[in-house]
């Protein structure tokens, strides 16, 4: 089974493509909609916005052209400190794993910012 380094609900930015700067000219900070661990594609909120054409379905429902987000290798993303009292706040970080107190007593893996400490 293969594995990715983000998952659905980070918060993470793009690091290359077209969408790697929005309109302000900041790097694009988004959350994670879904992820495909056997394609290592990712989709992340408002980026990589393709066109799609759909058809009518049920008679008086209208068809046309609609924008939906489209997949795109998890590479091309990097996971970001939501902490806002870490020197690494919404920039790109590797995540650092920890082990801490899970349920029944046994150790359960989490992924926390290098930084500040946080779980991620």
């Given at each position: 089974?293969?594995s990715?380094h983000v998952k659905?609900?980070?918060?993470?930015?793009?690091i290359?493509g077209d969408?790697?700067?929005?309109?302000k000219?900041?790097n694009?900070i988004?959350k994670?909609?879904?992820?495909?661990p056997?394609e290592g594609?990712?989709?992340?909120?408002?980026?990589n916005?393709v066109?799609?054409?759909?058809?009518?379905?049920k008679q008086?429902?209208?068809?046309?052209?609609?924008?939906?987000?489209?997949?795109?290798y998890?590479s091309?993303?990097?996971l970001?400190c939501t902490?806002?009292s870490?020197?690494k706040?919404?920039?790109a970080i590797?995540a650092k794993?920890s082990f801490?107190e899970?349920?029944?007593g046994?150790?359960?893996?989490v992924?926390?910012?290098?930084k500040?400490?946080?779980?991620?």
């Amino acid at each position: 089974m293969k594995s990715l380094h983000v998952k659905k609900g980070d918060t993470v930015i793009v690091i290359s493509g077209d969408d790697r700067k929005n309109d302000k000219g900041e790097n694009t900070i988004a959350k994670v909609i879904a992820t495909s661990p056997e394609e290592g594609k990712v989709i992340v909120e408002g980026v990589n916005v393709v066109s799609k054409h759909q058809k009518a379905r049920k008679q008086g429902e209208t068809g046309g052209i609609i924008k939906v987000e489209g997949a795109f290798y998890a590479s091309k993303v990097q996971l970001v400190c939501t902490n806002s009292s870490c020197e690494k706040y919404n920039k790109a970080i590797r995540a650092k794993a920890s082990f801490k107190e899970g349920k029944n007593g046994k150790q359960v893996k989490v992924r926390v910012c290098p930084k500040c400490g946080k779980e991620i």
